[in-house]
């Protein structure tokens, strides 16, 4: 299980709740959704995630596949600093995504 901490202006994910061992840090995270049914598709930092965004939408879009040119529509990409118990709780609970796109879209998007 992953969590995220937060220490010197900068953000660290660690592999478990325990560990002292780093797998990253950027002073941003990113994560990816699809908006269409709430899920967290991908977390971490920045670059990584915005790169596996663009090549999972440009794989989606090329397809033939109807379905899964309107999947690429519903993916999106947010970057930033965020609350790290919002951060951890989605990381721990798969139905959160919803709630946090909720909160996220009232207090960024007019």
């Given at each position: 299980?992953?969590?995220?901490?937060?220490?010197?202006?900068?953000?660290?994910?660690?592999?478990?709740?325990?560990?002292?061992?780093?797998?990253?840090?950027?002073?941003?995270?990113?994560?990816?959704?699809?908006?269409?049914?709430?899920?967290?598709?991908?977390?971490?930092?920045?670059?990584?995630?915005?790169?596996?965004?663009?090549?999972?939408?440009?794989?989606?879009?090329?397809?033939?596949n109807?379905i899964?040119?309107?999947?690429?529509?519903?993916?999106i990409?947010?970057?930033?600093k965020?609350?790290?118990?919002?951060?951890?709780?989605?990381?721990?609970?798969?139905?959160?995504?919803?709630?946090?796109?909720?909160?996220?879209?009232?207090?960024?998007?007019?």
């Amino acid at each position: 299980m992953y969590r995220y901490s937060f220490e010197f202006g900068s953000y660290y994910l660690h592999r478990d709740s325990t560990s002292q061992k780093i797998i990253f840090m950027s002073d941003s995270v990113a994560f990816a959704f699809d908006v269409g049914c709430g899920v967290m598709l991908k977390h971490g930092h920045p670059d990584l995630v915005l790169k596996w965004h663009t090549s999972t939408v440009q794989s989606l879009r090329q397809s033939e596949n109807p379905i899964a040119i309107e999947m690429a529509k519903n993916y999106i990409v947010i970057v930033g600093k965020f609350d790290i118990e919002k951060m951890n709780k989605l990381l721990n609970n798969s139905t959160y995504a919803k709630s946090f796109l909720k909160e996220w879209f009232k207090e960024n998007v007019n």
